[in-house]
């Protein structure tokens, strides 16, 4: 995007706010979309030199900008107009403008995701409601007759803090993904990660820790029965300088050993775009022997009732699975 396309999606994502409920801009007046907005519109009219730290917020406000309208307009099919409103996706628009920034993000991903899988694979890619009144946790996206998708946003402070930032993010999607297996038991699950590129920064050895944690805890999650057969994981973010702004992205799959053909033939192997290196696929084979180990742990937990949530067979599981990681080091 150049600067009179950003700020044609600024005025698109003007039109996009004032579609939403009165109700609704009143409480959402200091929207963080529209702030990114207005900070780049702010920038691009200014005529004094910006320093690098300016350079990376404009850097952050082009980033969501580019995403939003982008991944709006691929998945509705033309530039934004008044007529958006009718399309399945319109609900989610309002959690897009959130005053926080952290709400934001969460959204923000799963349209980008759905949007990524949208136009390189030309599958079809619906959002999935709450389940009413029940209050059941459900996955952002089904991916056509394929697999469901729950999209968690990451922000680890630090590559330390990669590894339980992962786990954390993966145990809560499991449970959601748990619901999706008992509704459509032939589908796939998985979870899409997307992880700040600022973390993956090469250390004197040629190495990256937070993309060794990231691999290790993906790795250790699918080497065990679960209700996650794989894993996207994105790596994505912004380069800034006072004079360039680029948007590097990476992606890695990481998938259980006997995963459908059809989840690598129409899904995984048409997930890089042009231009892009192709995502490196990791089939990920059981680990029998830990297997064992995290079964007979649960068991206890739910004979003995000492499980935090002993009568839950996924909550026992989740548990035994902790434990048993505080017995190994990576």
């Not at 044609?8 to 959402?28: G, V, W």
């Not at 589908?187 to 190495?207: C, H, S």
């Not at 022997?289 to 499980?307: K, T």
């Amino acid at each position: 995007m150049n600067e009179r396309e950003i700020w044609d999606a600024s005025e698109r994502l003007d039109l996009l706010f004032s579609l939403l409920p009165t109700r609704i801009q009143q409480r959402r007046a200091e929207s963080h979309l529209r702030s990114l907005s207005n900070d780049f519109m702010d920038y691009i009219t200014r005529s004094d030199a910006v320093s690098e730290q300016q350079a990376r917020e404009v850097g952050r406000a082009i980033l969501g900008v580019f995403r939003v309208v982008t991944s709006i307009e691929s998945l509705y099919g033309r530039p934004i107009d008044r007529s958006i409103t009718s399309h399945s996706f319109f609900r989610e628009i309002e959690r897009l403008f959130d005053n926080s920034e952290r709400q934001f993000e969460g959204p923000e991903f799963a349209l980008f995701t759905a949007a990524h899988v949208t136009v390189n694979t030309q599958e079809s890619v619906t959002f999935v409601p709450e389940m009413g009144k029940s209050g059941e946790k459900t996955p952002d996206l089904r991916v056509s007759d394929l697999c469901y998708l729950e999209c968690k946003d990451l922000d680890p402070s630090s590559a330390e803090s990669v590894r339980p930032a992962i786990r954390e993010n993966l145990q809560d999607a499991s449970r959601q993904l748990a619901a999706a297996r008992r509704r459509d038991p032939g589908l796939a699950r998985g979870v899409a990660l997307d992880v700040p590129l600022r973390l993956f920064q090469l250390e004197v050895t040629g190495l990256s820790p937070a993309a060794l944690q990231a691999h290790a805890t993906a790795v250790q999650m699918l080497s065990s029965p679960g209700d996650i057969d794989f894993i996207l994981f994105s790596f994505s973010g912004f380069c800034a300088t006072a004079t360039h702004v680029a948007f590097p992205y990476r992606l890695a799959i990481y998938v259980r050993e006997g995963a459908p053909d059809a989840l690598f033939d129409r899904l995984f192997r048409r997930m890089g775009e042009e231009g892009l290196r192709k995502p490196r696929i990791y089939i990920v084979a059981p680990d029998h022997e830990r297997e064992s180990r995290i079964r007979e742990r649960a068991f206890f937990l739910w004979e003995n009732r000492s499980g935090t949530l002993w009568w839950d067979s996924v909550s026992n599981w989740l548990e035994a699975e902790g434990q048993d990681d505080g017995h190994q080091s990576f």
